[in-house]
């Protein structure tokens, strides 16, 4: 028999409830603020990104920043690249950071140091998967969707080289 390249760890249908789920809190905690900017970490975290904003009960603005690990493999370098997070006005602003997964956590905490010297309003960080037995920096996330164990996981925007972001759920990816 075949195998297939990746085994199914969170079905479509739990994604789906979850991340509505999680734009209710997001919502509920928020309420009354007059715009939210939602910075999308691209790649991995655009499906997420927009699926939740449209359960999302507040006025928001969307903007998008790329991070990304010097080097190949698969576990971050922790010489992380940011682009595109100069450009957009943050001052003032109450900010969501949305981001794919929460592994060592040097992604993160390199991107909301960055962020912060913009002096945004506030700040909070919603992840969609978490690693925490993987952490090497201090840092939590503000909203998590699931908390997995440590496997390499594809799908829903999260990729291996590029490949399976288009799955509508996460897998594990059989290697
Ligand atoms: P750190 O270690 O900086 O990692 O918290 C966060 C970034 O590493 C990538 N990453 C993964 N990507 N499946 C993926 O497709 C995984 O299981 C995985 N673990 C970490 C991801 O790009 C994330 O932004
Ligand atoms: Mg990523």
């Known amino acids: 028999m075949m195998t297939l390249p990746q085994k199914e ?67 971050s370098s922790g010489k992380v690249k940011l682009e595109h997070h100069e450009t957009i006005e943050l001052e003032g ?32 960080v919603c992840a969609l998967l978490d690693k925490p037995s993987r952490r090497s920096v201090l840092f939590e996330a503000n909203y998590t969707g699931f908390t997995i164990p440590d496997h390499f996981v594809v799908g829903y925007g999260l990729d291996a080289d590029e490949r399976y972001r288009e799955l509508p759920f996460i897998a594990i990816e059989n290697r």
Not at 32 to 48: E, M, N, Q, R, S
Not at 98 to 110: A, H, K, M, Q
């Open 93 to 124: 602003k109450h900010v969501l950071l949305v981001e794919d997964i929460l592994d060592t956590g040097r992604t993160l905490s390199r991107i909301v140091a960055e962020l912060e010297q913009q002096r945004p309003a506030s700040m909070r």
């Open 9 to 75: 760890l969170i079905s479509a249908e739990r994604l789906q409830e979850r991340v509505a789920e999680l734009a209710r809190e997001i919502s509920d905690d928020l309420e009354g603020i007059d715009l939210l900017t939602v910075v999308c970490v691209l790649k991995g975290a655009f499906i997420f990104t927009a699926d939740l904003v449209r359960h999302l009960t507040l006025p928001c603005r969307i903007e998008f920043i790329r991070a990304s690990s010097y080097g190949e493999g698969r576990t």
